[in-house]
């Protein structure tokens, strides 16, 4: 269970929402995460699913809304990459990580779709990054999905659906506490807000788009940088 994706399901656990925590294989940390909503007096339960297999994707949706009802859809799984610039980046590698990025939300988009148009609301979120622009592998599929949302946006539009999406910079997590501790000192420095996010900074930006605060937003890309795209350099 990703980080970003652990401290989201608490937070909109934690705002009233019964949520399905997804995992791949790692039941344990799923259950964890379900036992920390628990224990906060919300209601959450896990749900197994590849979301890059569109059968997986959409049995996933059915057994998270078993009465048909869907309220919100965070799409947070993201796919490897190899971190090559497109000279040495094998041709394989780069269709893969398009590929996959956009296999894990475009079957969950059109089953959610489907849920949310009945019932003439919903809130669609997706988590894709402020390196859109690069490098060639990562940015590339981060800029197709952002360009995929506001397509789905336009389109959820008069069904009562929102689509937005929050583009997270560094975050610290485990899965990034091996760059090294000089660089993320650096990054730090380098953001006006004087430190790198944690997942629940991500996570309270996502649950402000599902809100009804955000009743007028949709189609945009939420930078959660701390304003590092600002820096001067």
């Not at 994707?57 to 078993?66: G, H, T, V, W, Y």
């Not at 999406?165 to 501790?181: E, F, I, Q, R």
């Amino acid at each position: 269970m990703a980080a970003i994706g652990a401290a989201t399901s608490r937070e909109l656990a934690a705002r009233g929402y019964r949520a399905a925590v997804n995992y791949f294989s790692n039941r344990e940390a799923a259950d964890q995460v379900v036992e920390l909503v628990e224990a906060d007096g919300g209601e959450a339960f896990a749900v197994q699913a590849d979301v890059y297999d569109p059968l997986q994707a959409a049995e996933l949706l059915k057994r998270s809304a078993p009465d048909g009802r869907l309220d919100v859809l965070v799409c947070n799984a993201g796919a490897r990459f190899t971190p090559a610039p497109a000279q040495t980046l094998p041709w394989d590698d780069f269709k893969t990580k398009i590929t996959d990025e956009l296999s894990s939300v475009y079957t969950l988009t059109q089953q959610a779709l489907a849920l949310m148009g009945a019932q003439g609301q919903g809130r669609i979120v997706y988590v894709s990054s402020v390196v859109a622009d690069g490098p060639p592998a990562h940015g590339t599929s981060k800029a197709a999905l952002n360009a995929f949302a506001r397509f789905v946006a336009y389109e959820a539009g008069p069904l009562g659906v929102h689509v937005n999406v929050v583009a997270p910079g560094y975050v610290g997590t485990k899965a990034s506490s091996g760059l090294p501790k000089e660089l993320q000192q650096q990054l730090a420095r380098n953001t006006p807000l004087g430190r790198i996010a944690e997942p629940e900074d991500v996570a309270r930006a996502i649950a402000m788009l599902v809100g009804a605060d955000a009743g007028f937003v949709t189609g945009s890309v939420i930078a959660v940088d701390g304003g590092h795209g600002l820096a001067r350099r």
